[in-house]
């Protein structure tokens, strides 16, 4: 089984940053593609970022130049940093684990709330 939390959500001002950080533990093979999402209220589940087993990265348009993923294979964890945020930033951020590009199965992990006040 793999086991997927992330954390770091929060309330900042416009304009601030933040970094999520999703943690990966258990059974663990390949490089699956990790990715992040999100949830604003009253709103569909949106993708943010991903990142490919052979690195390459991936952006939802409003927010390219602002958000940036990366990962750390030793510590099994992948980053979202945010930068220059903006309130429609606003909602839970949810990390996704998949691994069915080499044959498994896909984890979410239960999320964290990112709320930017204007």
């Known amino acids: 089984q793999v086991q997927v939390v992330e954390s770091g959500g929060g309330l900042v001002q416009a304009g601030g940053s933040l970094r999520l950080s999703c943690a990966v533990s258990?059974?663990?093979?390949?490089?699956?593609?990790v990715g992040w999402y999100r949830q604003a209220p009253g709103k569909q589940r949106e993708a943010v970022a991903d990142?490919?087993?052979?690195?390459?990265?991936n952006y939802a348009d409003s927010v390219k130049g602002r958000f940036t993923i990366s990962r750390d294979g030793v510590k099994k964890t992948v980053y979202l940093q945010m930068n220059s945020l903006k309130p429609e930033d606003t909602g839970v951020y949810y990390c996704?684990?998949?691994?069915?590009?080499?044959?498994?199965?896909?984890?979410w992990g239960p999320g964290t709330q990112v709320t930017v006040s204007s």
């Open positions: 996704k684990v998949d691994f069915s590009p080499i044959g498994g199965r896909e984890y």
């Open positions: 258990g059974i663990i093979f390949g490089r699956p593609v």
């Open positions: 990142l490919t087993g052979d690195g390459a990265t």
